[in-house]
Structures are given as structure tokens and as C-alpha cells.
């Protein structure tokens, strides 16, 4: 039985079965249970403080759930932003809860305890490179299929899409593509729509967005799919969000430090000095939000680098540029060594 059907109850059960099904929830993140009526319609919601209310108040435990049901009950619509609403279920401890369209049919129940909050946004992964650095592995495996821990670089980022709520994920493939579309398949294993777009020629890191004819989303996440993080994408949506960005870029912070005074000069007469500083620099990360509407600013199916993309957005006047400072682990496995490093970093971060 899935975690959808442990919170269900039909309207016309009685109570009796209602309050084994809750019973069955002990060890559950919650014990509440979500009313449906014979149309998959929410009703209404059902603890067992209801029930026990119900009896107290002359109910018999053979009557149908319809009677003791609590009517006005927390819920999260499909077509909304639910963001802040979700943080604020989530500092009230209030961790399952029904989501529903706009006719009230039920969708899915959500566990915020694996699932952290529902990002309004596609996503799409670059996963078509060869990767060369990485011979002899790549010879016979693509990149994204190399494992780290228990499972492939590219299974790390889509179930991390998936914790902040992104269903709809589309993934670019060349490179012994056939290893990834049967290992992931549609992408209903795990509860979501994947599309893949099959390169006859590199496109570079941003090419196949243009192959992406239409999204019922404003924004869309792209990434590498050769990077470990264990970046924040609900902080990192927001961020965007909050700048009014056109597109948002994460950042690594690197910090350099000089071991020797740094001499500020005018000509050759030296104005002022600086002992030993630390200057800290920003590098891409391979990994941005972008308006779903960029897609338009280059030929379809054409060579297509993301850099470009960026300098077409600081030459404009009516886009904006932004970069989030990635503070948390972040590693772009392109070598050998970064490999092993990832290999040896997942038995200690959290991913």
C-alpha cells in the first residue's frame, strides 16, 4: 500500500474501519486520515480526537466516517505557490497534507518530511557529454551513470529535484544515452515525467533548452548532471525570485590568500598597502534558474553555451543577471580524482 492510500478513507466507510486504518499509522509522520468521496473528491479529514469526539457525542462506531469528519481541514492547491504556506505547515509540525486541483480532486498526499516544499518550476539536466577526462570508466559507461555511494551521479540530482517537489524534469542525452533512458525510464518509478531530448550533435551546456517547445512553467532549473550538492533550490528559487532576475547562476566562493603585503599603486608611487589580505572570488557553478521565455533568444537546435546566454543578459537593458553565493558542499565531478573525492565525501554529507 503506498503513502497515498494509507491516508485515504472513503466517505461512506465506518468509523470502525477509519480508526484501524489510523491505527495502522502509528509509526507514520501522522496520523491523519483524508476524506474522499466516490468522485476522488476531498471532503474532509478525520484524527482519531475525531472519532473520539464523535462517540462522546452520541456517535456510534458503525456510523460512516461522513459523521465524524472535520470539514474544514489544511490543504495545498496543484495551481498555487505554495511556498510560504508550506514553511509555515512546516514550523507548525504539521507535516502531511492532501494536495488538490482546482475541483477539490485529490492529486497526492505529501509527507514534508521527504518532501521539503513544491518548487513551481521544470527542470532540465545536461547529461549528453562524453565525458573524457574520465577514460577508461566513460569508455563503456556515460558519466552521469557512474555511481557515487549507492547509486548514479545523475539518481543524486534528480532525487534532490524531486525533495523540493519538481515533477516535470527533461534530460539532454548523446553519449551512450540508451544506459540512461533505460535506467530511469519515464520517470514514473518515482513519481514524475521525465522527457528526454536526444542530441544528434553537441549543443553545448545550454542548447537543448531550445528544444523545449512549451511548459506550463514561468521558470525552468538547469544543471550539469555531473555535479554533487547539496544545494538549497527552495533558498536558491527565491533568491531568484526576490532580484527579479531574468536568470540566477550559482556561485562558488573561492578565497585567495596572499602570503605577502599587497601594494596599492598610483603610476609607481605606492599609495597604500595591504598586509597578507584574503580576496574572494566567485566562480559558475553549473547550475541556474532561468525565465522559461529565454528559450527564444537563440536558434532552435543550435550549438549553445550558457555563458552566452549571460553575456546576452549583462549586455541588455531590460534583463537582469544575478549569482546565488553557493555556501553549502558542491563538487564537479570531471576528473578522476574528483571522482574518488565524491566517493570518499558521501559516506560523511548529506546529499
Avoid at 124 to 151: H, N, S
Avoid at 300 to 317: E, H, P, Q, Y
Wanted: proline letters at 3%.
Amino acid at each position: 500500500m503506498n503513502s497515498n492510500q494509507q491516508h485515504i478513507v472513503n466517505v461512506n466507510q465506518e468509523a470502525r474501519e477509519a480508526l484501524r486504518a489510523l491505527d495502522a499509522l502509528q509509526d507514520s509522520v501522522s496520523r491523519t486520515l483524508f476524506v474522499i468521496n466516490n468522485n476522488n473528491k476531498l471532503v474532509g479529514s478525520v484524527t482519531d480526537g475525531d472519532i473520539r469526539r464523535g462517540l462522546l457525542t452520541g456517535l456510534e462506531i458503525s456510523h460512516p466516517i461522513a459523521s465524524f469528519m472535520n470539514t474544514e481541514f489544511k490543504y495545498l492547491k496543484e495551481a498555487d505557490d505554495n511556498l510560504s504556506r508550506i514553511k509555515k505547515y512546516r514550523e507548525a509540525d504539521i507535516h502531511v497534507l492532501p494536495l488538490i486541483d482546482n475541483d477539490f480532486h485529490l492529486v497526492e498526499i505529501l509527507d514534508l518530511k521527504k518532501r521539503r516544499t513544491l518548487l513551481p518550476v521544470a527542470a532540465l539536466i545536461m547529461a549528453g557529454g562524453r565525458g573524457e577526462r574520465l577514460r577508461p570508466l566513460t569508455d563503456v559507461q556515460p558519466k552521469p551513470m557512474l555511481k557515487i555511494g549507492d547509486k548514479p551521479i545523475i539518481e543524486h540530482n534528480i532525487d534532490r529535484l524531486i525533495s523540493y517537489g519538481i515533477k516535470d524534469i527533461f534530460i539532454s542525452v548523446k553519449y551512450l544515452k540508451e544506459q540512461i533512458m533505460n535506467f530511469l525510464g519515464d520517470g514514473s518509478a518515482k513519481g514524475i515525467n521525465i522527457t528526454y531530448i536526444e542530441e544528434t550533435e553537441p549543443l553545448g551546456t545550454l542548447g537543448a533548452f531550445s528544444l523545449i517547445d512549451k511548459s506550463t512553467y514561468e521558470d525552468i532549473i538547469v544543471m550539469n548532471s555531473d555535479i554533487l550538492t547539496n544545494i538549497d533550490f527552495e533558498d536558491f528559487y527565491q533568491y531568484y525570485k526576490e532580484h527579479d532576475a531574468s536568470m540566477a547562476l550559482a556561485s562558488i566562493p573561492y578565497q585567495v590568500n596572499i602570503p605577502y603585503a599587497v601594494l596599492e599603486t598610483i603610476d609607481y608611487q605606492v599609495s597604500s598597502f595591504k598586509e597578507k589580505p584574503s580576496y574572494i572570488y566567485y566562480s559558475n557553478g553549473g547550475i541556474y534558474f532561468m525565465k522559461f521565455e529565454l528559450n527564444k533568444l537563440f536558434d532552435k537546435g543550435c550549438f549553445f553555451n550558457a555563458t552566452v546566454m549571460m553575456d546576452l543578459l549583462i549586455a541588455s537593458a531590460k534583463q537582469k543577471l544575478v549569482h546565488y553565493p553557493l555556501l553549502g558542499y558542491w563538487l564537479d565531478i570531471g576528473k578522476y580524482d574528483d571522482l574518488k573525492k565524491a566517493q570518499e565525501d558521501i559516506k560523511h554529507v548529506k546529499i
